[in-house]
């Protein structure tokens, strides 16, 4: 199950894993971080909203997050990283705000 997500079940032996897959897990792990914070992020703004309804507050009140990774980025790099269009170098910087 958590393979799917890209958790490494905290294996710390990798010697019978390619450089490439354990890459493309990390990327895997990342979007499965992106749309969990995301979803967090929603459910905060949601209850915002409700709040200052019943509250009787007129201005609407929203977490908003700015530079930084989305989905989309992550989607895009695991796609181009499928192709062989990225280096093993570039996607760790690209994960690690290098």
Known sequence: MTNKY???????KYDDITEYYLVYRMLKMK???IILRDTV???INTSL???TKTLGIQNTYKILLNRIMTLND???YI???NKGDLSFTKVQNFLYGV
């Open 6 to 12: 890209g958790y490494s079940l905290g294996i710390n």
């Open 74 to 76: 992550v989607e895009n």
């Open 41 to 43: 992020i929603d459910a």
């Open 31 to 33: 979007k499965a971080q």
């Open 49 to 51: 909203v409700h709040i």
């Open 79 to 81: 796609e181009e990283y």
